[in-house]
């Protein structure tokens, strides 16, 4: 694991289909560390995060369970999903243990509901770090930029965008993200250039 930001530790996984890679987030927090979308981890990596410990687990989207159970076996951590997603990765053998509800405050975090890909996504919000996590509401590919993913796999499309456009009017300059390359500064306004090809 490396560290992005201060109390901000990351691990990735490249996706060769996708060409880019996913990534694992952990948030050190003194009410209790918070493992975001968690990638498998080689040894070194659980080890890590078995030390630091790992208080609960934030799963954004139905397709982003990835190393959930292990992690949750490893540490005795909580994992959290959307309802509207969790029957899903339960379907895949996930173990969900309570719901993620927009609106509510988790640590420093703020739970975003951002549909469209799945009803049940949402994205993280730490305000006063001006950070945004994301999972399949948007990617950072190619590297600096915004994108979506195929439309091909959304939901609902639309109902994605308008998600987008609400997101951009959040306050941040960091952007995490699930898949593809992270963007630490001026994330906003990439992903405002975004918002503007989406047309009227």
């Known amino acids: 694991m490396n560290e992005v930001l201060p109390d901000i530790l990351g691990w990735s996984r490249l996706s060769p289909p996708h060409g880019y890679d996913f990534n694992g987030y952990l948030v050190r927090d003194s009410a209790g560390n918070l493992c975001?979308?968690?990638?498998?981890?080689?040894?070194?990596?659980?080890?890590?995060?078995?030390?630091?410990?790992?208080?609960?687990?934030?799963?954004?989207?139905?397709?982003?369970?990835?190393?959930?159970?292990?992690?949750?076996?490893?540490?005795?951590?909580?994992?959290?999903?959307?309802?509207?997603?969790?029957?899903?990765?339960?379907?895949q053998g996930t173990t969900i243990d309570a719901p993620l509800v927009p609106g509510e405050r988790i640590g420093p975090l703020v739970v975003i509901g951002a549909p469209g890909k799945s009803p049940g996504e949402v994205a993280l919000h730490w305000p006063s770090r001006r950070i945004l996590f994301v999972g399949d509401v948007v990617i950072g590919n190619p590297p600096g930029r915004c994108s979506l993913l195929r439309e091909q796999v959304m939901d609902d499309p639309a109902r994605l965008r308008r998600s987008v456009i609400e997101?951009?009017?959040?306050?941040?300059?960091?952007?995490?993200?699930?898949?593809?390359?992270?963007?630490?500064?001026?994330?906003?306004?990439?992903?405002?250039?975004?918002?503007?090809?989406?047309?009227?």
């Open 36 to 91: 975001i979308d968690p990638v498998q981890p080689d040894e070194a990596s659980l080890d890590q995060l078995a030390r630091l410990g790992v208080a609960k687990i934030l799963l954004t989207n139905r397709n982003h369970s990835r190393a959930a159970n292990q992690v949750r076996e490893r540490t005795g951590a909580q994992v959290l999903m959307h309802p509207d997603d969790a029957e899903h990765a339960r379907g």
């Open 167 to 200: 997101l951009a009017k959040l306050d941040f300059d960091t952007l995490l993200v699930g898949d593809g390359t992270p963007i630490l500064g001026e994330a906003k306004a990439r992903l405002l250039e975004l918002v503007q090809t989406f047309g009227p």
